[in-house]
């Protein structure tokens, strides 16, 4: 009795070690990952400013260490005091001079300004842009797809429309940094209580992410 129960207990053993390997790995995986791309950009920017940084300034000039972030330190020191000198008259009227520069020169100008107006989009703190997460048909009726409302539509394409019409970003699986813009009328759309990471994770993970076990956005 005791012989067949040995090869049970081994296969039970196996299957827990398994289990185990496959918890650990669900568990490292994501954090591995997250340093890593941390670390690389990190290094990137360090790779990128170091260089720029005078010797007088540089601390591993005479310390006989590296020191990682010194450069993302720079960055993040360096925009405080451009926003710093751009929030007085003197700064905001430097910006004017430059930006009356950067309008003499056609294509430069457009790229700039279209950059411009995106930033300010994304950073002013009322903003609303690609706070909801909607199914909208596509590419053809009976499809359904993620899309996040970037705005309401108040351009010409909306003066040529009969009905309300707004912009979406329809993301690609599994890389949402690229897509698709649209425009399609608001009746013609689903707005899910899900949030924009949750949409995004659901994108990213090409739906293996159910967003059901996830909380939900509060609707005011």
Known sequence: ????????????LLHRIRNYFLTGLVVASPIGITIYIGWWFITFVDDSIKPLIPNAYNPET???FS????????VVAFLVILGALTANLF?????RLGERLVDRMPIVRSVYGT?????????????????DVVLVQYPRKGIWAIAFVSAENKSEIQDKMED????LFLPTTPNPTSGFLL???KKDLIYLDMTP???????????LVNPDELPRKNVE
Not at 1 to 10: A, H, V, W, Y
Not at 164 to 167: D, F, G, L, S
Not at 197 to 207: R, T
């Open 1 to 12: 009795m005791s012989d067949t129960n040995e090869p049970i207990r081994k296969l039970s």
């Open 62 to 64: 005479y310390l006989p």
């Open 67 to 74: 020191i990682p972030g010194l450069g993302l330190i720079g």
């Open 91 to 95: 700064g905001r009227a430097l910006i």
């Open 115 to 131: 950059l411009k107006q995106i930033f300010e989009t994304v950073i002013a703190s009322d903003s609303k842009s690609f706070s």
């Open 164 to 167: 309300e019409v707004v912009n």
């Open 183 to 185: 425009f399609v009328p």
């Open 197 to 207: 990471d949750q949409g995004a994770k659901y994108v990213i993970s090409a739906g």
